[in-house]
């Protein structure tokens, strides 16, 4: 199995910044991808981006110039840099381990951005 655990979230004030970090361990592919998400209370999980195991990484739209998906010193760790954060980025932030038999989702962190 595979265990996902993600760490860094907290209060911020806007305009502020977080690192989000996501901790993959146990039985993993050398083909992979993984990805953040995010889920405000009583809306629908939101995708934000994606790193494959080959290096590539991709952003959506809504968080490009800002959010930055990056590989740690360890290709077991990932992080989510997040700049100039909005009361609108208000959620738990959610990371998803991706492979051909399946996905595992860590339990998130929660992230408060006052105005």
């Known amino acids: 199995q595979v265990q996902v655990v993600e760490s860094g979230g907290g209060l911020v004030q806007s305009g502020g910044s977080l690192k989000l970090s996501c901790e993959v361990s146990g039985r993993t592919l050398s083909a992979y991808d993984i990805g953040w998400y995010r889920q405000a209370p009583g809306k629908e999980r939101e995708y934000l981006a994606r790193?494959?195991?080959?290096?590539?990484?991709q952003d959506e739209d809504a968080v490009k110039g800002r959010f930055t998906i990056f590989r740690g010193t360890t290709k077991n760790v990932v992080y989510l840099q997040m700049n100039n954060l909005k009361p609108e980025d208000t959620a738990v932030y959610y990371c998803?381990?991706?492979?051909?038999?399946?996905?595992?989702w860590g339990r998130g962190t929660q992230v408060t951005v006052s105005s």
């Open positions: 790193l494959w195991d080959n290096g590539l990484t």
């Open positions: 998803k381990y991706s492979s051909e038999p399946g996905d595992s």
